[in-house]
């Protein structure tokens, strides 16, 4: 059998390297928009400190208004766009009065042209997005041009090496 001394303290930690697989902030806070997204039951769309989280859901009280996603003209108020708070709202909202003047907001859309003016009004320096898929209507572009004006810098986010994050809840990895 062979033993050795142990090493000091200084010498252990010094030889312990960190991990490679980590995530980066911007890969993170993505993440905790994404995971945040999990919680809607919206059909359609599913900081260094976190000030907020959001998702769509109906206002309190709400819960059993229609998450319908029929357009149709005739029946506007049995479809869930009248009634749906996008997860924007709902993040400002959760930050309960914390000072978000200056702060980055991360999302998985694009915003509206509704919750481009909250952002604004809030004072959001910075929009960091995952997907522009409804570039092309009117609402995204009426957000990018107000954006624009208010000088809120807006980025696409782009995954670094970690493209996946798995999140095992059977408490086997822990």
């Not at 930690?13 to 980066?24: H, P």
């Not at 980025?155 to 809840?169: A, M, N, S, T, Y």
């Amino acid at each position: 059998m062979e033993t050795r001394q142990p090493r000091s303290k200084k010498k252990r930690m010094a030889s312990v390297q960190g991990r490679q697989d980590f995530l980066e902030l911007e890969g993170y806070l993505m993440g905790v928009a994404c995971l945040a997204a999990k919680r809607s039951r919206d059909p359609s769309t599913q900081e260094n400190e976190i000030l907020g989280v959001g998702f769509n859901r109906m206002p309190k009280g709400g819960e059993e208004l229609t998450w319908n996603r029929d357009k149709s003209e005739e029946h506007p108020l049995e479809n869930k766009y009248l009634y749906v708070c996008h997860a924007e709202l709902n993040a400002i909202m959760d930050s309960n009065g914390a000072d978000i003047r200056g702060s980055t907001i991360y999302v998985t859309l694009f915003p509206c042209n509704e919750c481009a003016k909250l952002i604004i009004q809030a004072g959001i320096s910075r929009v960091v997005y995952l997907s522009n898929k409804y570039e092309n209507t009117h609402e995204t572009q009426a957000s990018e041009r107000m954006l624009n004006l208010a000088g809120v810098q807006m980025d696409q986010f782009k995954p670094g090496q970690c493209r996946e994050v798995v999140i095992d809840l059977t408490g086997e990895a822990v």
